[in-house]
């Protein structure tokens, strides 16, 4: 991929991450009432400018690719980066909050960095996907994706800002539980950049699955390693454990040893994070949102899911069906993907029942939202990662 294009995805990380240290800067002005100061406005112009090189990015790719770069996992996460950033900037524009933007961009960051641990080269379509329901299909659950991430970032301030942290209950394990899960997928990031990117790490092995004899690359040190596998070269580690054996799949071997130091990663980072704060991460942060509004938090929540949702049934359930009659000759089969999403659909539909029938507002809400967005992204990572089905080309 040419530098001049990828130039512009570089300027609008750095963007994102200035603006967001603007963001934070926000909590610590005692001068303004109503938290909109200086820092506040300086974050946003930030965030415009850096989502504009972010759309210049995605223009130039689509013009040396000859399609709109939505077509495997490193188009589509970074697609649904995108669309996070321009939920939070309209959200943000009706609603005022700065809180906001110290939560939604870093969890935008996380996405874009989770994105670059995918091959980035520009590809031609393969058959399958050489239609323009490709488009109108995927851009579409992405942009509904974005906004419910937006639901996920404002239910996770609302529970840091609403729960007792001066005991130790079941509300404080399961909050604390995500926050470790963001230091998971921080170690995922790290560990692939470090083995990957610095130390340009290899090791081979060769197995037999299913009566057919299966090489895998591992491009991290192989802690797990396939169920009788032999090295290719004497030289290289040897594994201490072996592959459960249902995992299966495409490179199962290699996907299971990611996840293992993914958690030694992610787990360390937490740990350091705790003897630093000496309390929970959660505990830590809730002082900083003395300020914030519970009621306009709640609300952001509620919108965020009343706009992603209709979306999301258009994008992920009526597109993808007409794409499926159009591919393969059936509307609806029961494919992981398709089997998750109508998952993400139903819980989705009952957080609105559950809001609006059964007056589940303000912390069941949260809940709610942080859940739907954990069910999202494990279609993102699992579904089409280590599920076999007819999206693995993904």
Do not use: C
Not at 22 to 35: P, V, Y
Not at 105 to 124: D, G, K, R
Not at 142 to 162: E, R
Not at 194 to 212: G, H, P, Q
């Amino acid at each position: 991929m040419s530098t001049s294009i990828t130039t512009f995805y570089i300027i609008a990380i750095a963007l994102y991450l200035v603006a967001t240290l603007f963001f934070g800067n926000t909590i610590r002005d005692k001068h303004s009432k109503s938290g909109q100061g200086k820092s506040g406005t300086y974050g946003i112009v930030l965030t415009i400018i850096g989502f504009a090189s972010h759309i210049v990015y995605f223009i130039l790719r689509w013009i040396a690719g000859g399609h709109a770069p939505v077509s495997n996992m490193f188009e589509f996460v970074t697609f649904l980066g995108i669309s996070i950033v321009l939920a939070f900037i309209i959200l943000y524009f009706i609603y005022r909050a700065d809180i906001l933007g110290l939560f939604a961009l870093p969890i935008a960051l996380f996405i874009l960095a989770f994105a670059s641990m995918f091959p980035t080269e520009i590809s031609p379509l393969v058959p399958s996907l050489q239609s323009e329901w490709l488009y109108i299909h995927v851009t579409t659950v992405s942009l509904s994706q974005g906004i419910l991430a937006i639901s996920f970032v404002t239910g996770l301030i609302y529970l840091i800002k609403a729960i007792d942290q001066s005991v130790s209950t079941q509300k404080t394990f399961w909050l604390e539980l995500i926050m470790f899960s963001l230091f998971l997928v921080a170690g995922f990031v790290v560990s692939t950049v470090v083995f990957n990117k610095v130390m340009d790490y290899s090791a081979s092995f060769t197995y037999v699955e299913n009566s057919r004899e299966i090489t895998v690359e591992y491009r991290m040190p192989p802690i797990a390693g396939p169920n009788n596998g032999e090295a290719l070269y004497d030289d290289q580690m040897k594994p201490f454990i072996a592959t459960p054996g249902w995992m299966q799949g495409a490179d199962a071997p290699r996907k299971f040893n990611t996840v293992i130091w993914s958690f030694i990663f992610g787990s360390v980072f937490y740990m350091i994070t705790r003897l630093i704060m000496r309390k929970r991460v959660a505990a830590w942060i809730q002082p900083y949102l003395k300020n914030t509004k519970l009621d306009l938090i709640d609300e952001i929540t509620y919108r965020s899911v009343a706009i992603g949702f209709p979306l999301f049934t258009l994008g992920g359930l009526i597109f993808a069906s007409i794409w499926a009659q159009i591919a393969w000759d059936r509307f609806w089969g029961w494919d992981p993907k398709e089997v998750w999403a109508l998952i993400t659909w139903f819980f989705y539909a009952a957080f609105l029942h559950l809001r609006l029938s059964r007056g589940w507002h303000g912390e069941k809400s949260a809940w709610l939202a942080v859940i739907g967005f954990a069910i999202i992204m494990f279609n993102i990572i699992v579904v089409n990662l280590v599920l076999a089905g007819l999206h693995s080309y993904a």
